[in-house]
């Protein structure tokens, strides 16, 4: 079953317009990505701009949440449900239908078209929301409905504009596969599985009080991957045929198969390979700040973990055929700018190469002497010198339950963008001067950098 397709074809036949995903940067300098389906509609939603003649809609909207408010980056490869870049379903109402209406849709949806076992569903409200319980009752074992506080089930914009209870759709994928103490509904385990959130935007926020809109809507949002794992019958999204191929493209270019140790790394990298294609499909190239320093950060996390698999040349650009396959025929862009991708890949691939072997060294170096504490100074000569962004070096620690000393980390780097500022505030050639001065002690107190590194500038 195409589940995209299902889904839009469900709302479409229930009136709703079929919108288009909108671009990964949104039209919003609050937000580093669209990091869900509501976004498009932000505006609409707050009464910015009038409703549509069609007050209801629909859509597939391609997510980042790597950075910013939602940060997913660290999760991946350690759970079987987060990825950095996925896609939501999503319908919604401007000030039309309401709780009533939503809640019968996503029932039909689950267990009609999805065909989901009722006897594995669970759902949770709003502590306070009787209305949203009456109406679950009546398709659902009033025991299987759990009542959380705002922390899990309220939803607000901001501090200001609309918000309001909301209320998710677990899936329960069996105790006997997971059995650790995490795994109650509402906690962080991977056995209830959240599959859809339905957000009832019924009050408008302003000083800290809350006031009934006159018009209520409705945003909900449904994990296409997760959903998708589900139908297969697989208990990790990375096991579906969304994600298998690419894990399994790695396999055969690292002549390796995963093992129960390793197969985080392929997840990691068939993750992010999705994140940093869509990236360039949509010319977020890669750089050293903003955006392009994210996606700079996803793939040197990715490289790193090709690094741990034996990879000791570029490999990631090799993967973006078999992601074609699987996403090309949706995400057309995709298809197009096959070649600029694989291009920009490499090209970053290979520059982190240069000094990932010196970095990774430096690395175990200090990891012996290690403590509790990594020190700052060799975190930012990580950084510096060898293009191992902070996260990256945070995320090695973290394997081995350790954090970096970031007051003398952020000194450093404080101090470096105050010289780096200092040096280009004259004339031209003052500051290329200036420049020369900072490369210059940087390279001067660095111990191991070889001849064929020093005449490769920082990799940040
Ligand atoms: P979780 O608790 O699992 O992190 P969430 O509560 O942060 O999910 P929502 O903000 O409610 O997620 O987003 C709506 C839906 O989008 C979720 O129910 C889930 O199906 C999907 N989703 C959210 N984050 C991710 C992610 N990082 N990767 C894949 N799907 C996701
Ligand atoms: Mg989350
Ligand atoms: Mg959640
Ligand atoms: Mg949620």
């Given at each position: 079953m195409d589940i995209r397709k299902?889904?839009?074809?469900?709302?479409?036949?229930?009136?709703?317009?079929v919108i288009s995903s909108m671009p990964l940067v949104p039209d919003d300098p609050t937000l580093l990505f669209t990091n869900a389906g509501m976004v498009q509609f932000k505006d609409i939603f707050t009464g910015a701009i009038p409703a549509p003649k069609n007050p209801t809609a629909t859509s597939c909207q391609l997510c980042i949440r790597a950075g910013g408010k939602h940060n997913d980056l660290e999760n991946v490869g350690y759970t079987a449900r987060h990825h950095t870049l996925f896609e939501m379903l999503g319908n919604f109402s401007f000030g039309d239908y309401f709780k009533e209406d939503a809640i019968a849709y996503a029932w039909e949806f689950i267990t009609v078209n999805l065909a989901l076992p009722i006897d594995k569903l669970w759902?949770?409200?709003?502590?306070?929301?009787?209305?949203?319980f009456n109406i679950w009752k009546k398709y659902i074992e009033p025991s299987r409905i759990k009542r959380f506080g705002d922390k899990d089930n309220f939803w607000a914009m901001g501090d200001t504009g609309?918000?309001?209870?909301?209320?998710?759709?677990?899936?329960?994928?069996g105790v006997e596969n997971f059995g650790s103490d995490e795994d109650y509904l509402g906690g962080e385990g991977d056995r209830f599985l959240e599959i859809w959130n339905l957000v009832f935007m019924q009050y408008e926020q302003s000083n800290g009080v809350r006031t009934p809109l006159p018009k209520p809507s409705i945003d909900t949002g449904m994990g296409l991957e997760r959903?998708?794992?589900?139908?297969?019958?697989?208990?990790?999204?990375?096991?579906?045929?969304?994600?298998?191929?690419?894990?399994?493209?790695v396999a055969k270019l690292a002549k390796k198969q995963p093992t129960k140790e390793t197969i985080g790394s392929?997840?990691?990298?068939?993750?992010?390979?999705?994140?940093?294609?869509?990236?360039?499909?949509q010319g977020?190239?890669?750089?050293?700040?903003?955006?392009?320093y994210v996606n700079r950060r996803i793939l040197r996390r990715a490289v790193r973990h090709g690094y741990l698999l034996g990879f000791r040349e570029a490999f990631m650009s090799k993967l973006v055929d078999v992601l074609i396959k699987i996403m090309g025929e949706h995400y057309t862009d995709l298809k197009e700018q096959a070649s600029f991708i694989k291009e920009q890949i490499m090209l970053e691939e290979e520059r982190f190469f240069k000094t990932i072997a010196s970095g990774m060294t430096l690395f175990n170096e200090e990891l012996?002497?290690?403590?509790?504490?990594?020190?700052?100074?060799?975190?930012f000569k990580l950084y510096d010198t060898y293009g191992f962004p902070l996260d990256l070096t945070e995320d090695m620690l973290r394997e081995k339950d350790l954090k970096v000393d970031i007051e003398t980390f952020d000194k450093l780097m404080n101090a470096q963008k105050a010289k780096a500022?200092?040096?280009?505030?004259?004339?031209?050639?003052e500051a290329s001067e200036g420049d020369f001065k900072v490369l210059l002690e940087k390279y001067g107190v660095n111990e191991f950098v070889g001849y064929e590194n020093t005449s490769y500038k920082s990799t940040i």
């Open positions: 299902e889904y839009l074809d469900f709302f479409k036949n229930k009136g709703h317009e759902v949770t409200i709003h502590e306070s929301d009787d209305e949203a609309p918000c309001g209870p909301c209320s998710e759709i677990f899936y329960d994928q959903v998708i794992a589900i139908k297969e019958g697989v208990l990790n999204n990375f096991d579906s045929s969304n994600f298998k191929p690419l894990v399994n493209e392929y997840r990691v990298i068939a993750d992010h390979l999705r994140a940093v294609s869509f990236m360039l499909s977020i190239l890669f750089g050293n700040e903003g955006r392009p012996i002497n290690t403590k509790k504490l990594f020190s700052g100074e060799v975190a500022k200092a040096a280009w505030k004259g004339s031209g050639d």
